[in-house]
């Protein structure tokens, strides 16, 4: 059973603004990588955040996404050139306006494949973000 049901089939996936893949890819990343500090270490909940930032900040996404695109389909490139392009209204505050496009492109990606149900790409993708220290 599914902890979280996923009603959409790919082809209504498709149909969804690119904004939306990010802001769900948003939120299945961050999940993963805490989810991932809190397995691997036994840090504390303020050390723990500060760690994680180090993965979700916009620059930190947009180098990940650019290191993965070598290994990413055609299809994958077309959700992330779609993502990427995306009109968004927000500016970022903190961030360079490029890395914030290309880090909504790396959460559109994820988004699309966590919706769309292709767990193990997502798993493969997501394992490639952690770089062992």
């Known amino acids: ?12 996936v498709n149909l ?3 904004l939306t893949w ?3 890819g948003d939120a299945i990343y961050e999940l993963y990588i805490r989810t991932n500090l809190v397995n691997k270490t036994k840090l504390k909940p303020h050390k723990l955040h500060i760690e994680s930032i180090k993965y979700v900040k916009a620059k930190a ?3 990940i996404l650019k290191r993965l695109m070598d290994d990413l389909t055609e299809e994958e490139k077309e959700i992330v050139r779609r993502a990427r392009n995306a009109e ?11 890395d914030y496009m290309y880090s909504t492109a790396f959460e559109g990606l994820v988004g699309y494949l966590y919706l769309s149900k292709k767990d193990e790409r997502l798993k493969e993708i997501l394992e490639k973000c952690i770089i062992e220290e």
């Open 88 to 98: 968004n209204h927000h500016l970022p505050k903190n961030a360079d306006p490029e």
């Open 1 to 12: 059973m599914e902890l979280i049901e996923r009603k959409k089939d790919e082809t209504e």
């Open 22 to 24: 990010a802001y769900v």
């Open 16 to 18: 969804l603004s690119p």
């Open 61 to 63: 996404q947009a180098d």
